[in-house]
T-cell receptor
Framework: ETGVTQTPRHLVMGMTNKKSLKCEQH?????MYWYKQSAKKPLELMFV???????ENNSVPSRFSPECPNSSHLFLHLHTLQPEDSALYLC???????????????FGPGTRLTVL | AQSVTQLGSHVSVSEGALVLLRCNYS??????LFWYVQYPNQGLQLLLK??????LVKGINGFEAEFKKSETSFHLTKPSAHMSDAAEYFC????????????FGKGTMLLVSP
């Protein structure tokens, strides 16, 4: 595997279910990100991790719980979601979290989540 | 705070025609600027970026963009559209200092007809 991978690619869940999204990067990066992509809205940054430490949390509801056990893996734990949480969830990674001309973000293919 | 405006949620061109996708940004200090492309059922792929230096930036697949500070614009162009260019395009900015988080525009869907 190369780049950034995400599993599952598609997920359908009920509002009472608990599920997890997984992201893995094979680029040796130290920073990882979760974004939410909803129809007709800009991509929304949800969480930022640097060396397994959360450095940004953009007012995301507590029903979304991130976990970063190491610099290669990032999870998004989901519980008691709402239908409006249906979206494409994208993971990204970058060399590190500080701004710089070299610091490009690489994106995974996303998980298409549908909440019934 | 930074923001990005992409004019036109959909742009339609004929194959071989010029592609022009517009992006304007708002930032208190000059930001880094990016264009990403998203093909159906895929993640975002970086097309090109402006950080410093030459204001005309060339990217992959024949695309280029010009940073115009006076107009706060970073429009994306391609001289001749191919069918394979049909995708959604996102303009994004990030600060030159601090965290490298991206602020995205809403995206422009490029439709290419034969």
């Amino acid at each position: 595997e190369t780049g950034v991978t995400q599993t599952p690619r598609h997920l359908v869940m009920g509002m009472t279910n608990k599920k997890s999204l997984k992201c893995e990067q094979h680029l040796g990066h130290n920073a990882m990100y979760w974004y939410k992509q909803s129809a007709k809205k800009p991509l929304e940054l949800m969480f930022v991790y640097s060396l397994e430490e959360r450095v940004e949390n953009n007012s995301v509801p507590s029903r979304f719980s991130p976990e970063c056990p190491n610099s290669s893996h990032l999870f998004l734990h989901l519980h008691t979601l709402q239908p409006e949480d249906s979206a494409l969830y994208l993971c990204a990674s970058s060399r590190d979290v500080t701004s710089g001309s070299y610091n490009e973000q690489f994106f995974g293919p996303g998980t298409r989540l549908t909440v019934l | 705070a930074q923001s990005v405006t992409q004019l036109g949620s959909h742009v339609s061109v004929s194959e071989g025609a010029l592609v022009l996708l517009r992006c304007n940004y708002s930032s208190s200090v000059p930001p880094y600027l990016f264009w990403y492309v998203q093909y159906p059922n895929q993640g975002l792929q970086l097309l090109l970026k402006y950080t410093t230096g030459a204001t005309l930036v060339k990217g992959i697949n024949g695309f280029e963009a010009e940073f115009k500070k006076s107009e706060t614009s970073f429009h994306l162009t391609k001289p001749s559209a191919h069918m394979s260019d049909a995708a959604e395009y996102f303009c994004a900015v990030s600060a030159q200092t601090g965290y490298s988080t991206l602020t995205f525009g809403k995206g422009t869907m490029l439709l290419v007809s034969p």
